[in-house]
């Protein structure tokens, strides 16, 4: 059974950072491309970064480009999303997803919540 | 980027009834679109990927069809379970976009 957990979420200042994890169990990970989707309070679903299998090549939504970096360590099954100059706006619930093939997000874990607030 | 816009933002209906959601893009994402369901305070779930296939584990009352620009979600008879907000996606071009979701309610 796949299973991803999220975890590293919490209340950061504006400007300041944040490392989310996701621990990915029961497929192997390094086959599969993994992505992150946010979601704020009440609002709808927001892709955020998604990255290969191999982690060479990644992309990001126009909105965290330059801010956020996606990468992943597949000797320990663990994805993550370093945040810098985080602000209001990114206040979310950040879920990752395994991607299938082809690439939709096929299992999701149950998400972190992040607050960005002074 | 490519937009996403989902109609009606809410749909009220019966169980029993059928449910017709809708998906439109701003320009052609051919067929790699999907259709996701969340209950409150859950994940999303896969139900429809590359327009018209149903994910492992879906029940055949979800069925999705269209190309290019128009797209829809179909739930033949509502289930008491399937009261909840649908999402579109596309993976047509990068950024991957979400619609802004159609909530299904109990009437």
Same mark, same amino acid.
């Given at each position: ?15 300041? $950072? ?6 990915? $169990? ?5 086959? *599969? ?22 982690? $060479? ?22 994805? *993550? ?12 619930? *950040? ?24 | 980027?490519? +937009? ?24 052609? +994402? ?54 909840? +907000? ?22």
């Amino acid at each position: 059974e796949v299973q991803l957990l999220e975890s590293g979420g919490g209340l950061v200042q504006p400007g300041g $950072s944040l490392r989310l994890s996701c621990a990915a $169990s029961g497929f192997t990970f390094s086959n *599969y491309a993994m992505t992150w989707v946010r979601q704020a309070p009440g609002k709808g679903l927001e892709w955020v970064s998604a990255i290969s299998g191999s982690g $060479s090549s990644a992309d990001y939504a126009d909105s965290v480009k330059g801010r956020f970096t996606i990468s992943r360590d597949n000797s320990k099954n663990t994805l *993550y999303l370093q945040m810098n100059s985080l602000r209001a706006e990114d206040t979310a619930i *950040y879920y990752c997803a395994k991607c299938s093939s082809p690439q939709y997000f096929d299992s999701w874990g149950q998400g972190t919540l992040v607050t960005v607030s002074s | 980027e490519i +937009v996403l816009t989902q109609s009606p933002a809410t749909l009220s209906l019966s169980p029993g009834e059928r449910a017709t959601l809708s998906c439109g893009a701003s320009q052609s +994402v051919s067929s790699y679109l999907a259709w996701y369901q969340q209950k409150p305070g859950q994940a999303p779930r896969l139900l429809i990927y590359d327009a018209s296939n149903r994910a492992t584990g879906i029940p055949a009352r979800f069925s999705g069809s269209g190309s290019g620009t128009d797209f829809t979600l179909t739930i033949s008879s509502l289930e008491p379970e399937d009261f909840a +907000v649908y999402y579109c996606q596309q993976r047509s071009n990068w950024p991957w976009t979400f619609g802004q979701g159609t909530k299904v309610e109990i009437k």
